[in-house]
């Protein structure tokens, strides 16, 4: 995302002009959102909020055209159990927080302050902060090698090596030196489950419990690795269409993707974010602050300002986006607007229709006009 992000961010603000609202500014949200989701061929679930009132919260159901299975629809009733997928580091970098905030943990410290028996090269090095901003340098389970159903291996459920993430794969020799360019790896974040546990004493799936779930008064977030209620996930086949996805090892992501929970659910997570709920004032300014120049990640999210059609003003866009197989999911807070906008969907390979909102085209771009933007 980051040099092409940053080409983009400049073309869209000079082409915010030319950008036109669709569908018209002159219908409500829900009309909006609903011709939005039609001209993207959109299959899930969307939720778009201000304030603590829901604006909207839909289901949008398609036939599956795929033979046997082309008449049936979808149930994508409103309580569906979502896979959150890389939306966890999102809430892991809030524990984190939490624990920077009562002293126990020091974000530009080494990580064998807090894992000592960290067996990386880097343990030394990397600091906490280079951590939660995927700049340790560790190495990459989507690097590991493919096995027979084409995944990576550390996913497989036939994966022999150790998951343990102190002395395990991510433990490993180290793809880059620390603080470089970061680079997207579900390591660092399964590393932080276990600094977490470290400091606290608590397994990171109950700090979830006791920190998040507990307080957003959730019955339904947590981190089972059990079936999806969802009776079908796609994936891209190898002619693009979709087929049934691979058979995943869910519990190999760890902190970094394994956490179960209802659109509902992560609406309230960030609306306790956004107002203080959960972090402090002081805490989520570091938690949310980016840069041009290191392609605007934040710890555990991305945050940035980018025109979106049929807003008079850029709008700041605080971005957590997941996918695992057959599930991808976006969400978008906006603080200034004070609005929260999120999709669930179960086509893994509609990941790329979700396009970009810093583009000025694609799903997340008119989604996020159509809930916050009727100029």
Not at 103 to 114: T, V
Not at 303 to 313: F, K, L, R, S, T
Not at 320 to 325: K, L, M, V, W
Not at 330 to 357: C, H, Q, W, Y
């Amino acid at each position: 995302m980051s040099a092409a992000f940053r080409r983009a961010l400049g073309a869209a603000a000079a082409l915010a002009g030319l950008m036109l609202a669709t569908p018209s500014a002159a219908q409500s949200p829900e009309a909006r959102i609903d011709a939005a989701a039609s001209s993207a061929r959109f299959a899930g679930v969307v939720l778009a909020a201000k304030g603590d009132s829901v604006i909207v919260r839909k289901s949008y159901d398609s036939p599956i055209p795929m033979g046997m299975l082309s008449d049936y629809e979808e149930p994508f009733d409103l309580g569906i159990r979502w896979r959150w997928a890389s939306v966890t580091k999102q809430v892991i970098a809030v524990l984190i927080m939490q624990q920077v905030e009562v002293g126990r943990i020091d974000l530009d410290a080494p990580l064998s302050r807090y894992l000592p028996r960290f067996a990386s090269a880097n343990a030394d090095k990397a600091t906490v902060r280079q951590l939660l901003k995927h700049q340790a340098g560790l190495p990459n389970p989507d690097d590991s090698p493919r096995d027979g159903d084409a995944l990576p291996a550390y996913y497989g459920n036939g994966y022999t090596g150790s998951r343990d993430p102190i002395t395990g794969y991510c433990a490993g020799k180290p793809k880059a030196a620390p603080g470089g360019n970061w680079e997207y790896n579900n390591c660092d974040f399964i590393v932080a489950g276990a600094l977490l546990e470290a400091v606290t004493g608590t397994p990171w799936p109950q700090l979830v419990a006791e920190r998040i779930a507990t307080p957003l008064k959730s019955e339904t977030l947590n981190t089972s690795v059990l079936p999806d209620r969802l009776p079908y996930q796609f994936e891209i086949g190898e002619f693009g269409g979709r087929v049934p996805e691979r058979p995943f090892d869910l519990s190999a992501f760890g902190a970094s993707g394994g956490l179960f929970g209802t659109i509902d659910d992560l609406w309230q997570f960030d609306r306790a974010l956004m107002t203080g709920k959960l972090i402090g004032v002081e805490a989520l300014a570091q938690l949310w602050q980016s840069s041009p120049e290191q392609g605007f990640i934040a710890m555990g999210q991305w945050v940035y300002e980018v025109p979106i059609a049929g807003c008079d003003a850029p709008v700041r866009i605080v971005e957590r986006r997941g996918s695992i197989g057959g599930t991808a999911v976006r969400n978008f807070i906006l603080p200034d607007k004070d609005m929260v906008v999120i999709a669930f969907t179960n086509r893994g390979a509609f990941d790329s229709g979700f396009g970009e909102p810093w583009q000025g085209k694609g799903f997340s771009h008119d989604l996020i006009s159509a809930a916050a933007c009727p100029a």
